[in-house]
């Protein structure tokens, strides 16, 4: 029984560190008056994720294109036009 509970300790994970929240708001360029919205994410929400939030947020559809831009590289979905 002593051998059960060694090999039990070895297959222990470790703790995964705990993620931190971030608040962001998300503003509409170029709307008068200003609409925006403010949201909680998780430090390791990915951008796909993060891009579902805003829709949700906005009580959009996600039926148009969008394009993040970060340190002036675009992530986004591959948008084939000539197709």
């Known amino acids: ?10 297959r222990k994970a470790r703790p995964k560190p705990p993620t ?8 509409l360029a170029d709307s ?12 390791d929400i990915t951008l796909a994720e993060l891009h579902h ?9 996600d039926c148009h294109l969008h394009e993040f831009k ?4 675009s992530y986004g979905p ?4 000539e197709s």
């Open 32 to 43: 008068k008056p200003s609409i925006w919205r403010r949201v909680a994410v998780s430090s």
């Open 1 to 10: 029984m002593a051998t059960k509970l060694k090999s039990a300790r070895k």
């Open 70 to 73: 970060i340190a002036g590289r």
């Open 20 to 27: 931190k929240i971030y608040q962001i708001k998300i503003t």
């Open 78 to 81: 591959n948008y084939d036009f």
């Open 53 to 61: 939030v805003i829709q949700r947020a906005m009580g959009w559809w």
